[in-house]
Structure formats: C-alpha cells, structure tokens
C-alpha cells in the first residue's frame, strides 16, 4: 500500500523518532521505550496505552539488534539476563499493582530519588570496560532482584529495564560498562515477548507505526553500538549519568496533572 502525500510526514516523523531510538538503545544498552512512548503522545496525540503497547512492538526487533550487535564482540552473558529476565517478569505485575495506591503526584519523584542514588553510584564507581560477570549463588540473587527493581519501576512509571539493569550490572555485579548493555538488551527480549504475551487479547496497538519505528531503528542499533565500543569507558559512564537525567526530566513531565 502506497502513502499518501498527507501521510509521508507522518512516515517520516516515525522514522526520525526510530531512528533517535536504536542509536540511544545501541548506545546506552536500553529498550528505547523512555524515547517511543513520550514520542507518540506528544507528536501523534496518542493514548499512552496505545503507545506503550506501539512501543513493545518496536522494542523486541531493536533488543534482538542490539544484543546481536554485542554479542558479535562477546559482550553479553546470557544466563546473567535470563536471571534479570525473570526478576523482571515478576516485578512488573507488583509495579502494577502498586500504582494503584501510591499517589500519582509522588511515583515521578519516587524514580528520580532512585536514578539519583544511580547516578552517584556510578559516578563514584570508577568505570570499567573489562569486568566480567560471574555466576554464584550471591551473584545470581543479586540479578534476579535487579531484574526484580527493573520490573516494579517499569510497572510503577512505564519506564524499560534496561535504565535500572545497566547500572545494576555495573555497581551492583562489576560488569565492564560494555557487557552490561549487551546484556542489558538480551534481557529485554524474553521480557518483550512476555509483556507481548501477557496483554495479547488487549493489546491495543498501532501495527504499522511500531514495523516503521523498529525497522527505522534496527538500522540505527549497530551505530549506537559502534560508538559505545569507541568511547573512553569514563565518557561513556557520564553520558549515560546525563542520559539519566533528561529519563528523569522525562518522567517528571508526564507525571504532572493536566490542565483544563
């Protein structure tokens, strides 16, 4: 099916705001939902249900690039993100649940306290580009119960794993800042399909607008990755911080009350 003249911006907007989203997932090791979402809402006047769910559908083909993409240069460890996958699983209903009684005016500042405690912790942490992940039973805890945190924040603010599940990897289990985007992005592709899975029968979602957004995206993943891999492991570590900061400003915006 060919697009009208009048729909072509609207193309073309799609494919910019997929195109801002594989580099930042690439980059970063993050789903891109924090990018997606906000996107459409503001741009498309789309209901933020629809554009969550829009949003899932773009987010499993840029996970499957991006963990690709670094895995190419062995940095994912697969068992480490089925252990953040299942925490992840678990707590997104307990998020759910949760925002149904705690006060909409306070769940903006509840992640901004806890990107705040990120922040300082990985500006503190000294960045490291050679840290391996190794497997105990401590080790193990202690990935299901970020993977756990990912999931409740996600369903308390609607903000993807991978903002929570990079800096746990880093502080948390001494990733090297590489291996935890990768695995970062392996994480968020069992948890993808779930979330997929899970709202099927209601999953009120723009087909077209989600091929166009990962399609744009995939493109992009492999660039953002590239750079990653160029970038002093310290200059990586701060633009991360500074990406933290605008998700924050980002989730403080949609969560005031609107007028009128």
Do not use: C, N
Not at 40 to 55: G, H
Not at 155 to 168: D, I, T
């Amino acid at each position: 099916m060919t697009s009208t003249p009048a729909a072509r911006p609207r193309i073309l907007l799609l494919i910019g705001i997929g195109v801002l989203t594989g580099f930042v997932s690439g980059l970063f090791g993050v789903g891109g939902g924090i990018v997606i979402v906000p996107a459409l809402v503001t741009a498309f006047r789309m209901d933020q249900r629809r554009a969550a769910a829009t949003s899932l559908i773009a987010l499993l083909p840029i996970s499957i690039a991006g963990t690709v993409t670094y895995a190419l240069s062995g940095q994912v460890h697969l068992l480490a993100a089925l252990l953040l996958a299942a925490g992840s699983v678990i707590g997104s209903p307990i998020g759910v649940r949760l925002l149904h009684r705690i006060p909409d005016r306070v769940l903006p500042w509840i992640f901004v306290g806890f990107i705040g405690v990120v922040i300082v912790s990985l500006l503190l942490s000294p960045p490291s580009r050679e840290g391996a992940i190794e497997i105990t039973w401590l080790s193990g805890a202690a990935l299901v119960g970020i993977g756990l945190l990912a999931g409740i924040l996600s369903g308390l603010v609607g903000v993807g794993g991978g903002v929570v599940a990079v800096p746990g990897l880093e502080v948390v289990v001494g990733a090297g800042d590489l291996l935890a985007r990768g695995t970062s992005l392996a994480m968020m592709i069992p948890t993808t399909v779930v979330g997929i899975l899970s709202h099927r029968k209601h999953l009120d979602v723009d087909l077209r607008s989600g091929f166009i957004l990962g399609g744009a995206a995939v493109v992009v993943t492999p660039l953002g990755s590239l750079v990653a891999h160029l970038l002093d492991a310290v200059v990586g570590s701060i633009l991360f911080a500074a990406f933290l900061v605008a998700v924050s400003v980002v989730v403080v915006l949609r969560g005031r009350p609107r007028r009128g």
